[in-house]
């Protein structure tokens, strides 16, 4: 018996050159969502610790400077407390209604110690100032003189007189509202804006005698703006340390994507200029990421496209070849036709050259064919095929009634639905072509077989087989009958009557729809071959 050669290629075409590896990168970057992006994953994770970095640190400071403020409440209360416990000791008289005595309440609130920086009043019980520290202790607001003004710089603008107003008249409604609160026996604390415009801590304190509040003791610290300084000043290492983060990030972004890219594009360029017929960048393509996808594609691409040219410059040399044959014949027919003079061999002359015009004929509808391949492959979508109305359809076209032709027989051993994913014109064309060239090596009368099963092949288990009762395929010819222009016909064939391009026509279908085509002898129990049978086995569609 001889042995079954699997055909899987003859030559490199755009559907077989760098199949494998091609497929394996697009399948890889379908089925890896965004999380699973190496180069996602990195700019996500760069852009994000800047930014972690400064909520971190703001959330940080924020806490620090609540806590600040809130600790500086607590102690000008007690502060408060304290003072307005000896005001209440010292200066207030009457029973059972007391009051405070402004004389003495003043002469207490001066042996008061109040802390620089902070500014202390006494308000009688119906919010009359009494004591001031800032009067008491003859303080003076001090501050920096803005730096000298250039002659030709312009001169500052006045300050708005109706703002300022505004200030002053929003200072004294909230210092009226927190001394109404105390007046109740209540503790106020509240961060508000002084006459001056500046940010303050205050405290309201009521000055009680036994239950009765007798004044409104106010303390207000005005370094509020030190602690916002400082906590700014704390938050510039979180902010040197996320720029810093930022330019490191953008740095790696470059050296790692735009370089590449750009290294890509020039290559791509290069191919294009010089008119190269590949391009290979290796310590790209060794990456294991979206960019080391695109240089191993990008280099698959000017392969699959060099081994196109390739294949177009053998196919252009094969039909120069074959085309130059019956050519040559029709020439020199025509040229001994001129000198015949006996009828008999003019007749065969000019039955030469009807054959020799018919085989051009054969030879240039199939090369047509063959050309338009590809185009046809790509522009149909593929969509789910029913292998078995699709057999059944074309048997019917071999439904022939006269005597003495080939019949054509299907027989559905698959016992179940069989689906393909591909297109129905083209795999049409490859079960035409098998049983055209059956039915070319069949006898008068006989009978070729297409059968439809399930093969033992988990990847591909759509099988379809071919088979005539013809003299076989010689075994050293089981692989080379699938190549462009091969024909090897019995003796009595009809010359010029097969282009050879049928059988690699299938074979090119068959691959492109991820399939495999390969051919057999059937042998008898003796040993003796008794026809060919043809094989294409394909993957089944999903459902």
């Known amino acids: 018996m001889a042995s079954d050669i699997a055909i899987e290629r003859a030559e490199p075409t755009v559907e ?86 402004p004389g003495k309440a003043l002469l207490a609130f001066q042996k008061s110690f109040v802390p620089k920086g902070q500014r202390a009043r006494l308000f009688d019980r119906d919010a009359n100032l009494l004591a001031d520290s800032y009067l008491v202790s003859d303080a003076v607001e001090v501050s920096s003189l803005p730096p000298a003004r250039n002659r030709t710089a312009p001169p500052p603008k006045p300050q708005d007189p109706e703002k300022a107003e505004k200030r002053l008249r929003e200072a004294h409604e909230r210092l009226n509202h927190e001394i109404e609160i105390a007046r109740t026996g209540q503790v ?139 050519l040559t014949s029709v020439r020199s027919a025509v040229e001994t036709l001129e000198l015949v003079k006996d009828e008999a061999a003019k007749a065969r002359l000019l039955a030469l050259l009807k054959q020799d015009v018919r085989r051009m004929d054969r030879l240039i509808t199939d090369i047509s064919n063959f050309s338009r391949l590809d185009a046809e492959l790509s522009r149909d979508a593929p969509r789910r095929i029913d292998i078995a109305r699709l057999l059944e359809e074309i048997g019917q076209t071999y439904d022939l009634p006269q005597q ?85 016909r019995p003796k009595g064939s009809a010359f010029g009557a097969n282009s050879g391009l049928g059988l690699s026509i299938a074979r090119q279908i068959v691959l492109a729809h991820g399939g495999r085509i390969w051919a057999q002898n059937r042998v008898a129990a003796d040993g003796s071959v008794i026809g060919a049978r043809f094989l294409v086995a394909l993957p089944e569609a999903p459902e």
């Open 188 to 326: 106020v604390q509240e961060v508000r804006t002084n006459e001056l415009g500046e940010q303050v801590v205050s405290v309201a304190v009521p000055v009680a005698r036994v239950r009765g509040v007798v004044g409104v003791l106010v303390l207000e610290a005005g370094d509020l703006e030190k602690l916002i300084a400082a906590q700014r000043r704390a938050l510039a290492p979180f902010i040197l340390v996320a720029l810093a983060t930022t330019i490191v990030s953008s740095l790696l972004l470059h050296v790692f994507v735009v370089r590449p890219i750009q290294r890509l594009s020039d290559s791509a360029d290069l191919v294009r200029l010089q008119r190269a017929r590949a391009m290979s960048l290796p310590d790209l393509q060794a990456r294991n990421d979206e960019l080391g996808d695109l240089a191993r594609s990008l280099e698959t691409m000017t392969d699959t496209l060099s081994n196109r040219m390739d294949a177009i410059e053998r196919f252009a040399a094969d039909v120069s070849h074959e085309i130059k044959n019956p």
């Open 16 to 101: 077989t050159a760098g199949a494998g590896a091609g497929a394996t990168f697009e399948s890889r970057r379908r089925s890896l969502p965004f999380i699973g992006s190496r180069l996602g994953r990195l700019i996500v994770l760069l852009n994000l610790v800047g930014l972690l970095i400064l909520i971190g640190g703001s959330l940080a400071l924020n806490e620090f400077r609540r806590g600040l403020i809130d600790t500086r409440k607590d102690s000008l209360t007690v502060q408060g407390q304290l003072i307005a416990n000896v005001i209440a000791e010292m200066a207030t008289q009457g029973e059972p209604s007391p009051a405070l005595e």
């Open 404 to 488: 003495g032709q080939v019949a054509v027989r299907f027989e559905d051993d698959a016992r179940e639905s069989l689906a393909v994913l591909g297109r129905e014109g083209p795999l049409g064309q490859v079960f035409r072509n098998l049983i055209d060239n059956a039915r070319s090596f069949s006898a008068p009368g006989d009978e070729v077989t297409v059968r439809l099963e399930r093969g033992s092949d988990a990847a591909r288990p759509v099988l379809v087989t071919v088979d005539d009762n013809g003299p076989g395929v010689p075994p050293e010819n089981l692989e080379t009958i699938f190549e462009r222009f091969y024909t090897s």
